[in-house]
């Protein structure tokens, strides 16, 4: 394995972060105090590719790999304060662009892949339900079929971008069948009638990203528009839920070490007792473990991705990684609230705000427990 990175990936680094630097770092505190989605960083974003970054050429993409991604989402995590920012934006590229890519047909890639890279389409899924959220295998939205048309009937809850998406992919249970074996990927317009967009969800954090329960009261999604085959809709999330672990992980590091250069800069600057508080075991043993857990996160991170490119894609390992980044982002959260002090526990300052932003990482694309229970089941031996 080598880790150095090309020339092209180190630019394509470079480059994020002058656009971060540019035109998303506006307004941060105001956004996230009214939880306002701003359509135009939004769009800074798209224009520079970042959506379309694992989406081949020929459908408006950058056709580049996991790794490359990931790289180009650890930057954004380090340049970018707006988290909820990245947070729609990973949505909208690993739960609807990623899926789209890898098990849609000709036509469905060439009628929404171009929109969904220049920002045009805005994308996201619905698979939890107010019943069913970690047990996704028991969600109760309907698919049935009436000739050429699926009838959907049902209610998404926690849907990020839900209130600003074009369009979503949505997973609904056909009558009868086994209960993983039922459930189908649809693509879902969302200014179909019988769409509706429920509660809008106020949150701890990320609250730039727009979240929302979605309805579905008789929708009449063409047949064209199942996504991968009939009752293969598991296989679909699955992939989905893989990308979504790794590249979320990507952001987890970039953000982790960005917090930590700034609790750094912060302790070497800050003067207690007549000394630099950096100077002080307490603290500085506690820079020391942020910076190996953003290392040894960053580490299975490239393992995982070059695993990926590679031909040798795992669940386990994409499960392991995403364990360990989002809970390390949170202790490296909570270790930097304790080094800025009660400066740190201020709203308005980055601590506090990183603190609210990351609690979610442990429960969003599958809880740690759930994570637990993939890994045991995967590497056997009677786990
Ligand atoms: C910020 C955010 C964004 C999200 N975006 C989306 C989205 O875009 N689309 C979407 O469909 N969903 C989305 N979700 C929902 C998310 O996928 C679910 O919250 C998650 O799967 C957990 O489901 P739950 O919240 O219903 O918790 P539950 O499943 O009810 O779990 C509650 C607790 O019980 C534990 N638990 C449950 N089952 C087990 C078990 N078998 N073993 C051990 N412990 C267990 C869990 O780990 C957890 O601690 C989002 C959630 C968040 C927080």
Known sequence: MDFSFTDEQREIGES?????????????????????????????????????????????????NMLTTALAVEKLGYGCRDEG???????????????LCR??????????????????????????????GSDTSSITTKAVRDKDVFLVSGAKIFVTNGPVAGLLVIYARHPGGMKMLDISALLVETGIPGFSIGQVFKKMGLRTSAMSEVVLDGCRVPVKNLLGRERMGMNVFNHSMLWERIIMAAYHVGAMEWQYESALGYAGLRKQFGRKIVKFGGVSDRLVDM??????????????????????????????????????????????????GAYGYLKESHAEKELRDSVAATIYSGTSEIQRRIIAEQIGGGL
Request: some cysteine; charged content about 25%; glycine content about 10%.
């Open 103 to 132: 098990f849609g047909t000709e036509d469905q890639k060439e009628k929404y892949l171009p929109g969904l890279c220049n920002g045009e389409i805005i994308g996201g899924n619905g698979i939890t339900e107010a019943d069913a």
């Open 291 to 340: 910076k190996i857990r953003c290392e040894t996160a960053r580490l299975l991170l490239y393992k995982t991705c070059w695993d990926y490119d590679n031909g040798k894609a795992d669940a386990a390992g994409a499960s392991m990684l995403k364990l360990v980044a989002s809970e390390a982002r949170i202790k490296n959260s909570l270790d930097a609230v304790q080094i800025f």
């Open 16 to 64: 994020v972060l002058d656009l971060c630097e540019a035109k998303l770092n506006g307004n941060v505190f105001e956004d996230d105090e009214t939880g306002t989605f701003s359509r135009e960083k939004w769009n800074a974003c798209a224009r520079f590719g970042l959506p379309g970054l694992p989406v081949p050429e020929v459908y408006g993409g950058l056709g580049q």
């Open 85 to 99: 920012l990245v947070f729609s934006l990973c949505a909208h590229m690993l739960t609807c662009i990623i899926p």
